[in-house]
């Protein structure tokens, strides 16, 4: 079955840098982008950003571009989120997620099927 599992969340200062990892199974990961959400506390699961499946392609949203990096590792299955330049705004829990449909670059949630469990990121003034 599809699994994705998030790690390496933590506490961070604000300035710092943080790289989460997403390691999946069950599916071929190479023909799917993968895409990063994240929830603040109180707010709602919101997009960060997505990385096509040859990882040629990317978007990100505004509130992180410039900041984050996406990245995979397609012969270890797992795709990376690099975290720069830390806001106290980026504290959330940070999910993976795979779309529904192969090859497919969504920026919404109903366009992806499965999800991680998230990973909590904290940051510090």
């Known amino acids: 079955q599809v699994q994705l599992v998030e790690s390496g969340g933590g506490l961070v200062q604000a300035g710092g840098s943080l790289t989460l990892s997403c390691a999946t199974s069950?599916?071929?990961?190479?023909?799917?982008?993968m895409g990063w959400f994240r929830q603040a506390p109180g707010k709602e699961r919101v997009f960060v950003g997505a990385?096509?499946?040859?990882?040629?392609?990317?978007t990100y949203a505004d509130s992180v571009r410039g900041r984050f990096t996406i990245s995979r590792d397609n012969a270890k299955n797992t795709v990376y989120l690099q975290m720069n330049n830390l806001k106290v705004t980026d504290t959330a829990i940070y999910f993976c997620?795979?779309?529904?449909?192969?090859?497919?670059?969504?920026?919404?949630?109903?366009?992806?099927?499965?999800w991680g469990r998230g990973t909590q990121v904290t940051v510090s003034s």
């Open positions: 990385l096509s499946g040859g990882g040629a392609s990317s």
């Open positions: 069950g599916f071929t990961f190479g023909d799917y982008a």
């Open positions: 997620a795979r779309p529904a449909s192969v090859h497919y670059l969504g920026v919404t949630q109903p366009e992806y099927d499965y």
